[in-house]
């Protein structure tokens, strides 16, 4: 669910913080401290005391837009002031990234434990107290209880014993003709899957949608705070956003395994899902903007590191457990210690300088330039640069050809992926097999996947590196389809998910970038956030499509077949990423082609 968040965070980072940019002489300049004082101007750009030239004049009217042979990804490569004093990318970087890539852990936690706490277990009808010895088997067949949900009506049970015959049995429920429906059930002990949500509230037979309902919960509270995170972590501050959001993600956390009314643990489940996501916001958006230049992009993707990592160990602990309560307490107890990390973390230096803060801005600078063990200028000035107020709404994305044609690709390939890839992550026990030993070569398979993603994006184009993910996503589900009911090959059937598992993983990495770079910087916030309406509707969807299992064994993987080719084929009709600057200006209207080429975001 992170790596679907990406591209926000990226944007929010970017799209209201643009800070100025220093040319590469002014850097020299900086370094040799022969720039003693630092203003940041309405231009966008820092200068001396000194007025500017008249050719200087005409470079900064004149629209920006990448040279002839210029690779877009050298437009990463430029910084602003404030990672030209501490640094772009060091050991303090480092270390607060990776201290804030672990709230992704708890995140992961939340989203994948229903794998194993609405885990299916064979149950019937409860026995009489007279027949608790009788075999299963038998019993189902006495009670008339084929479908484990009905048995017959008005049977004297006190008039049978345990040792009663069959033959014995059917002559006193020969009689009998009415079915009734159970209301109480038992259970499977030695299913390797323990106490779960099925067990402890009887949710079989006409109540056993209501699993379905209680993830949907859980989702539908991460897309709607997919939706508002962003303004509030804009509003209140990334730090405040993200520890407010952890303290009371560990404490709903913790709640559920106190929660013994199913009502009241939807209520927590929908609570937690929404302050889960805005943790991840918040952490992401950090990340982002600690660092500079082409590291914000590589930053925000190996945050995403903790995450399969995560679908490993709680895999374990779910081995080791086989009790959902106990499992929550486990997968609540670690944002107790994270919540710690208040006092080491700081704010991000350039939301506090767009909100004029520059006392502790100064402060995170010179603590950062120490740890980094650079120099900082002896004299310098770091002025709040003025924001203009931004009136773009949806109807912006649908104003030229080029900004229709992307929005209406990237609505159907963000609801894809997200289908897709939670489609096969939340489904895992369905799938057939060790569920325990599926999810944790889930989260394996996903450690490369996010290595080669982050190397090859830094190489070559994205567009068909992107495309060639959604399609080798939909070959790999199609041979598990092929596969599908045949217990004899299942493991060639697993390989089949491992391998699908692989590339969706890729390609969700690449999408969020891929995203964030095609959209221009002035409608980039209303483009993502319509994004991300489009992904919360397919998570809410992903807790039923396991339901087509039961009208026909093949059709979920059809469908995730089906949905991974359609995703491949609109990538097709997106543009190349080394088009997007001009393309963007040239789209967006006369309106906004100042704000589209403004200095690039931090």
Same mark, same amino acid.
């Given at each position: 669910?992170?790596?679907?968040?990406?591209?926000?965070?990226?944007?929010?980072?970017?799209?209201?913080?643009?800070?100025?940019?220093?040319?590469?002489?002014?850097?020299?300049?900086?370094?040799?401290?022969?720039?003693?004082?630092?203003?940041?101007?309405?231009?966008?750009?820092?200068?001396?005391?000194? *007025?500017?030239?008249?050719?200087?004049?005409?470079?900064?009217?004149?629209?920006?837009?990448?040279?002839?042979?210029?690779?877009?990804?050298?437009?990463?490569?430029?910084?602003?002031?404030?990672?030209?004093?501490?640094?772009?990318? &060091?050991?303090?970087?480092?270390?607060?990234?990776?201290?804030?890539?672990?709230?992704?852990?708890?995140?992961?936690?939340?989203?994948?434990?229903?794998?194993?706490?609405?885990?299916?277990?064979?149950?019937?009808?409860?026995?009489?107290?007279?027949?608790?010895?009788? *075999?299963?088997?038998?019993?189902?067949?006495?009670?008339?209880? %084929?479908?484990?949900?009905?048995?017959?009506?008005?049977?004297?049970?006190?008039?049978?014993?345990?040792?009663?015959?069959?033959?014995?049995?059917?002559?006193?429920?020969?009689?009998?003709?009415?079915?009734?429906?159970?209301?109480?059930?038992?259970?499977?002990?030695?299913? %390797?899957?323990?106490?779960?949500?099925?067990?402890?509230?009887?949710?079989?037979?006409?109540?056993?949608?209501?699993?379905?309902?209680?993830?949907?919960?859980?989702?539908?509270?991460?897309?709607?705070?997919?939706?508002?995170?962003?303004?509030?972590?804009?509003?209140?501050?990334?730090?405040?956003?993200?520890?407010?959001?952890?303290?009371?993600?560990?404490?709903?956390?913790?709640?559920?395994?106190?929660?013994?009314?199913?009502?009241?643990?939807?209520?927590?489940?929908?609570?937690?899902?929404?302050?889960?996501?805005?943790?991840?916001?918040?952490?992401?958006?950090?990340?982002?903007?600690?660092?500079?230049?082409?590291?914000?992009?590589?930053?925000?993707?190996?945050?995403?590191?903790?995450?399969?990592?995560?679908?490993?160990?709680?895999?374990?602990?779910?081995?080791?457990?086989?009790?959902?309560?106990?499992?929550?307490?486990?997968?609540?107890?670690?944002?107790?210690?994270?919540?710690?990390?208040?006092?080491?973390?700081?704010?991000?230096?350039?939301?506090?300088?767009?909100?004029?803060?520059?006392?502790?801005?100064?402060?995170?600078?010179?603590?950062?330039?120490?740890? %980094?063990?650079?120099?900082?200028?002896?004299?310098?000035?770091?002025?709040?640069?003025?924001?203009?107020?931004?009136?773009?709404?949806?109807?912006?994305?649908?104003?030229?050809?080029?900004?229709?044609?992307?929005?209406?690709?990237?609505?159907?390939?963000?609801?894809?992926?997200?289908?897709?890839?939670?489609?096969?992550?939340?489904?895992?026990?369905?799938?057939?097999?060790?569920?325990?030993? %599926?999810?944790?070569?889930?989260?394996?398979?996903?450690?490369?996947?996010?290595?080669?993603?982050?190397?090859?994006?830094?190489?070559?184009?994205?567009?068909?590196?992107?495309?060639?993910?959604?399609?080798?996503?939909?070959?790999?589900?199609?041979?598990?389809?092929?596969?599908?009911?045949?217990?004899?090959?299942?493991?060639?059937?697993?390989?089949?998910?491992?391998?699908?598992?692989?590339?969706?993983?890729?390609?969700?990495?690449?999408? *969020?970038?891929?995203?964030?770079?095609?959209?221009?910087?002035?409608?980039?916030?209303? &483009?993502?956030?319509?994004?991300?309406?489009?992904?919360?509707?397919?998570?809410?969807?992903?807790?039923?499509?396991?339901?087509?299992?039961?009208?026909?064994?093949?059709?979920?993987?059809?469908?995730?077949?089906?949905?991974?080719?359609?995703?491949?084929?609109?990538?097709?009709?997106?543009?190349?990423?080394?088009?997007?600057?001009?393309?963007?200006?040239?789209?967006?209207?006369?309106?906004?082609?100042?704000?589209?080429?403004?200095?690039?975001?931090?």
């Amino acid at each position: 669910m992170a790596k679907r968040l990406e591209s926000h965070e990226e944007e929010e980072a970017g799209g209201d913080l643009e800070l100025p940019l220093l040319s590469q002489q002014e850097r020299s300049q900086r370094r040799s401290g022969t720039i003693p004082v630092c203003i940041m101007h309405n231009t966008g750009k820092p200068t001396t005391a000194s *007025p500017p030239t008249a050719q200087q004049q005409q470079q900064q009217a004149r629209p920006q837009s990448p040279s002839p042979g210029r690779n877009p990804a050298e437009d990463e490569d430029e910084t602003d002031v404030i990672g030209d004093l501490m640094g772009h990318y &060091g050991k303090w970087q480092l270390l607060m990234t990776v201290l804030l890539s672990l709230f992704q852990v708890p995140n992961t936690f939340h989203i994948s434990s229903s794998v194993y706490q609405a885990a299916n277990k064979d149950f019937w009808c409860q026995r009489p107290l007279e027949l608790q010895q009788m *075999p299963v088997d038998e019993w189902r067949n006495l009670s008339g209880s %084929n479908d484990n949900c009905h048995r017959w009506e008005g049977i004297g049970w006190s008039s049978l014993a345990n040792d009663t015959t069959l033959q014995e049995a059917a002559e006193v429920v020969a009689s009998v003709g009415n079915l009734v429906a159970c209301e109480s059930w038992e259970y499977e002990t030695h299913d %390797n899957v323990g106490n779960t949500w099925t067990s402890e509230w009887d949710l079989v037979c006409d109540k056993e949608h209501l699993k379905n309902v209680a993830e949907m919960f859980f989702l539908l509270g991460v897309a709607t705070g997919g939706i508002i995170s962003g303004y509030l972590s804009d509003k209140f501050g990334r730090k405040t956003m993200l520890f407010i959001s952890a303290i009371l993600q560990t404490i709903f956390g913790l709640c559920l395994y106190f929660c013994s009314s199913f009502e009241l643990y939807l209520t927590l489940r929908a609570l937690l899902g929404l302050v889960s996501v805005s943790v991840t916001y918040s952490a992401l958006i950090l990340a982002i903007e600690y660092v500079d230049g082409k590291w914000r992009t590589i930053a925000g993707m190996y945050n995403l590191f903790p995450l399969p990592i995560s679908y490993m160990i709680i895999s374990g602990l779910a081995y080791l457990t086989q009790d959902y309560q106990a499992l929550q307490l486990c997968i609540g107890l670690p944002g107790i210690f994270l919540c710690f990390l208040w006092f080491v973390v700081p704010e991000s230096p350039r939301w506090l300088l767009v909100k004029g803060r520059v006392d502790e801005v100064r402060r995170i600078i010179e603590a950062a330039a120490k740890f %980094n063990g650079r120099q900082l200028p002896v004299d310098y000035q770091l002025t709040p640069p003025t924001q203009e107020s931004s009136s773009q709404n949806i109807t912006h994305l649908f104003r030229s050809s080029y900004l229709r044609r992307i929005t209406i690709c990237f609505l159907c390939i963000w609801f894809t992926m997200n289908l897709v890839y939670y489609g096969i992550i939340l489904n895992m026990s369905s799938f057939g097999g060790n569920v325990y030993l %599926n999810s944790a070569l889930a989260g394996l398979v996903e450690i490369p996947a996010i290595a080669v993603a982050m190397y090859i994006i830094t190489k070559v184009g994205k567009k068909w590196l992107f495309c060639a993910t959604l399609f080798c996503a939909g070959v790999a589900c199609f041979c598990a389809t092929i596969t599908e009911g045949r217990e004899d090959i299942l493991w060639l059937k697993i390989t089949f998910l491992m391998m699908g598992k692989f590339t969706i993983s890729a390609g969700n990495t690449i999408m *969020p970038v891929y995203t964030a770079e095609l959209y221009p910087t002035a409608i980039r916030n209303v &483009g993502v956030g319509a994004c991300n309406v489009a992904a919360g509707l397919a998570l809410i969807l992903t807790p039923y499509i396991s339901l087509l299992n039961k009208i026909e064994g093949h059709l979920l993987m059809a469908l995730l077949t089906a949905w991974s080719i359609f995703g491949g084929f609109v990538v097709l009709f997106l543009p190349a990423t080394a088009v997007r600057r001009n393309a963007a200006n040239s789209g967006s209207g006369g309106g906004n082609q100042n704000a589209a080429s403004a200095a690039k975001q931090v």
